[in-house]
């Protein structure tokens, strides 16, 4: 088996990979931010971009009528293809396919949101990463009706109390909101692990020691900061 990074984490290591993320954002400050931007209705059709082990269609899939996942990795999937099964989300549908190329009729949605996604695209393609950002986010657009919304959530620092980026994040993320019209939001989203043996196995492989000193030991565990921005934009009604 490899070695736990961020590399082979999304291929290779779904499992830790949901071990981390269930851990994240223990006070729920995530949906309820979410449900500030795009209040549910229980009937609202939506996709989201990069799914992985379906950790936002968790948070979705009790307040929208219907919800497409699709994620590029088929080991992520698998996980939330069981979360699904397990949960008995029979309005949710996962499946395989690239975010700059979605297998969908344009208009299909009410809204669109991907997390810990789109940030991965520029990662990946670090010489041309305006470009494929842009083709994910013209997708978005072409798959949510005139009027819809789009929603996009990503890091602003892990151990961090306040937004903290590396240049390359804010590079992307001033794209997002000087070209590409998105407004921000930051909010916190801490980790709460209840075991040493939870941050051996998966935090100090992926952020390193340095976070050991960032730990705030409560009477449940273990608290790691968390700052987690989200970007939303209407698409335009047409007259």
């Given at each position: ?112 949101i ?31 009706r005139?009027g ?11 151990g ?44 100090l ?19 790691l ?15």
């Amino acid at each position: 088996m490899s070695e736990l990074n961020w590399d082979t984490l999304y291929s290779d290591h779904a499992e830790a990979y949901e071990v981390l993320v269930s851990h994240e954002d223990y006070r729920g400050n995530l949906p309820r931010t979410i449900q500030s931007i795009q209040p549910p209705d229980g009937n609202q059709v939506v996709v989201e971009f990069g799914c992985g082990t379906g950790r936002v269609n968790g948070l979705l899939a009790g307040c929208v009528g219907k919800l497409y996942g699709f994620d590029l990795t088929r080991s992520m999937l698998r996980v939330a293809y069981q979360k699904r099964i397990l949960q008995g989300w029979k309005h949710v549908f996962q499946v395989q396919a690239d975010s700059r190329r979605m297998p969908l009729r344009p208009g299909l949605a009410d809204f669109a949101i991907e997390g810990w996604a789109f940030l991965q695209i520029a990662v990946w393609h670090p010489d041309d990463w305006q470009n494929q950002l842009g083709r994910a986010l013209a997708e978005m657009g072409r798959v949510v009706r005139p009027g819809g919304r789009l929603i996009l959530i990503e890091t602003l620092g892990t151990g961090e109390s306040s937004p903290k980026v590396i240049p390359f994040y804010r590079e992307v993320y001033d794209f997002l909101e000087k070209s590409a019209g998105f407004t921000p939001l930051a909010i916190r989203t801490d980790y709460r692990f209840e075991t040493m043996e939870q941050i051996q196995r998966v935090v100090l492989p992926l952020f390193g020691p340095e976070m050991l000193e960032r730990l705030v030991e409560t009477g449940a565990g273990w608290v790691l900061p968390e700052c987690t921005g989200l970007w939303w934009r209407d698409m335009v009604k047409m007259e």
